[in-house]
């Protein structure tokens, strides 16, 4: 199974743009990448996916280097709602099996 | 609704009853998944299902664990003989296709056994 890390936690100020890094080193061929966020006792909400290089949507963008062992959320602009956890999960591709979330990261947005 | 619902929202068990955590995914959804998540750590897989066929459940952490989707739409989450470590969120996700697709998740069952 592929071991997927990230941060445990990022401060940001209000207003300002943030990246979130997941390492997946083991990542396999035809594994997606995919990152949800996640308030407190509600299931997680889905923000973005890809497979390869840049992928931007209306609320985020997506960054994969051409290796695929790690992959950047990049929130521009963030506000106090983004306050939350974020997950990435990868695989998925052909064996459910192979899905696995990332450790999560904590951001707490501040005025 | 247009989402994933699940029921019920808690449950409190005794430790050795037996639970029932069912699951309403979107409607035509082929995939459906669920997830074990622990306070403070990300879910974890636990079985999947293409339409009524369960084609992955190694994730199932003992035989005490069992699911069903017997008409390729709700899915019930039996836990027999429940255990303390089995208290967790149990997660619920839907997909329109495979395994690979963006995954709509429901808010969850928090199970706790005393």
């Known amino acids: 199974l592929a071991k997927t890390t990230q941060p445990i936690s990022m401060d940001s100020y209000e207003g300002q743009e943030v990246n979130i890094t997941c390492s997946h080193n083991n990542i396999a061929t035809n594994d997606y990448i995919t990152w949800y966020q996640q308030f407190p006792s509600q299931g997680p909400r889905f923000i973005i996916q890809g497979y390869k290089t840049k992928v931007t949507n209306e609320v985020a963008s997506l960054f994969i280097p051409a290796d695929r062992k790690s992959s950047t959320l990049s929130l521009p602009r963030v506000s106090l709602s983004d306050t939350a956890v974020y997950y990435c999960l990868v695989g998925g591709a052909g064996t459910a099996s192979k899905l696995t979330f990332g450790t999560g990261t904590r951001l707490q947005v501040t005025l | 609704g247009a989402g994933v619902s699940q029921s019920p929202r808690y449950k409190v068990a005794k430790r050795g009853q037996d639970v029932a955590l069912r699951c309403d995914p979107i409607?035509?959804?082929?995939?459906l998944f669920w997830y074990q998540q622990a306070l403070g750590q990300g879910p974890e897989f636990l079985t999947y299902f293409q339409n009524e066929a369960q084609l992955d459940k190694s994730g199932l952490p003992s035989d005490r664990f069992f699911a069903e989707r017997p008409e390729g739409s709700v899915s019930t989450l039996k836990i027999q003989r429940t255990q303390q470590e089995d208290s967790a969120v149990y997660l619920c996700?839907?997909?329109?296709?495979?395994?690979?697709?963006?995954?709509?998740f429901g808010p969850g069952t928090r199970l706790l056994v005393l």
């Open positions: 409607s035509g959804h082929v995939s």
């Open positions: 996700a839907s997909s329109f296709g495979g395994s690979g697709e963006t995954q709509y």
